[in-house]
Structures are given as C-alpha cells and as structure tokens.
C-alpha cells in the first residue's frame, strides 16, 4: 500500500495517479494486492472530497469511458445471484461487473476474444443511459451496448442515485448488420450513486457493490 495517504494528497495529484494506477493495471484487472489496496484508498479520498464539495447531479451526463470496475469476492457472489444467469451474462459482456479479487480470466478476456473498451453514455435530462463494451472475437470487432432508461427517483433520500432500467440489448459483428433485442421478459434493474464528478474523472457505485472509475470523453466536432 502507498505510504502516504490519500487524504494527504490534493485532487488533483490524488486523480492523476488513479487514472495511471487505472492504465497500468489494465482498469484493476492485472493489479497487484498492493495496487487494489491503493486504487481502493485514492478512490476512498475522491470519494470524501466529493462529500466536502458535494456532487453535481448535471456533471454526470456525458460521454465517458471505464477506466475500472472493482468489486469485492462477496459483493460479485451477490451480484450474480442478484442478477441471474442472463443478467450476470449481460453485465459481465457490458464491462460493468467489477473485477474482484479472486477472479480469473473471464469469458469476454481470451486469447480469441478481447476486451478493447468500455464506455456509459449519460443524459440524465432525457432519461436515457447506454453502456457499450467493444470487443474483439477472432480479430473481428464486435460491440455490445445496453440501452436503458435512467432517473433520480429519490431526489430527496439519495440525491446523488441515478436509478437504471436496462431496455434493450444490442450486437453488432464486424459488418454484420446489427441485431436489437429488447429485455422487457427481464427488466433487468439497479442504481448507481455517484460518490464524486468532475470535469475529468468520475467515481460511483452501483448496488451491487461493483465500485468504479471513469474519464469524461471530450466531445469531437
């Protein structure tokens, strides 16, 4: 673990090294018990700056990419028993699970299939959310996204939770056309609190105890 902690460093310093913390261990999944332990304290000392400062509910909308998914071993056994066989299928490909401790090699990370990105697209003030995972399945690029509806329900209670409704689940192959299915028969449902947000890097958890890290994509014209 870092020697100094997390508290005792600004923002600023406390964000850069998380992102290289992030890149370095490939988003947690190639991190040492020393480095999770140290991805787990930066993001600890985010999340108190965000409960000094208090977090802007509208900074959430945007484009951002996952940097890492974390989870404890006890929080991914409750996930998937939450979730289901489809569900906990579905999340894993979306590259919003987390990565827990004791996890080996999963089904979307293989010599034949490869994890290339993971992103959340957020607009809060349309209600609508989308995470995309883009992968590669014997070297041809495939991308799976999750379209859902999004709403702070509980303003009041929880007003940094953002409550999620999967909608539909989308395939799109190499230059395959793209397929489309709805997952209404499931309804799968959760929330994400946002624990802290800027104009960079934004953390939060979800209710199944996944914690993660993401950077704010800049917007092209």
């Excluded at 056994?77 to 579905?90: I, V």
């Excluded at 994400?192 to 958890?205: A, L």
Aim: hydrophobic share 35%; proline share 3%; charged share 30%.
């Amino acid at each position: 673990m870092s020697s100094r902690s997390g508290r005792e460093r600004s923002v600023s310093a406390v964000k850069i090294e998380l992102i290289r913390l992030c890149a370095r261990t490939d988003g947690g999944r190639e991190a040492t018990e020393s480095e999770r332990d140290e991805m787990y304290e930066l993001i600890d000392a985010l999340e108190e700056a965000g409960k000094r400062t208090g977090v802007d509910m509208k900074a959430v909308s945007g484009r951002w990419s996952l940097l890492a998914t974390l989870a404890s071993d006890e929080d991914a056994r409750t996930r998937r028993a939450k979730e289901g066989a489809l569900g906990s299928a579905l999340t894993d490909l979306s590259g919003s699970s987390g990565r827990s401790e004791s996890d080996e090699e999963s089904a979307v990370e293989s010599e034949k299939v490869r994890a290339k990105g993971n992103f959340q697209d957020i607009d809060i003030s349309s209600g609508s959310a989308a995470n995309r995972a883009e992968l590669e399945v014997f070297g041809v690029p495939l991308s799976v996204t999750l379209d859902a509806k999004c709403a702070q329900n509980q303003p009041r209670e929880h007003p940094n939770r953002l409550n999620v409704e999967f909608k539909s689940v989308g395939f799109k192959l190499g230059s395959l056309p793209a397929v489309k299915l709805p997952l209404g028969f499931v309804s799968p449902r959760g929330w994400i609190s946002t624990t802290y947000c800027d104009d960079e890097i934004r953390t939060g958890r979800g209710d199944k105890g996944s914690i993660f890290v993401a950077a704010r994509r800049k917007e092209t014209k």
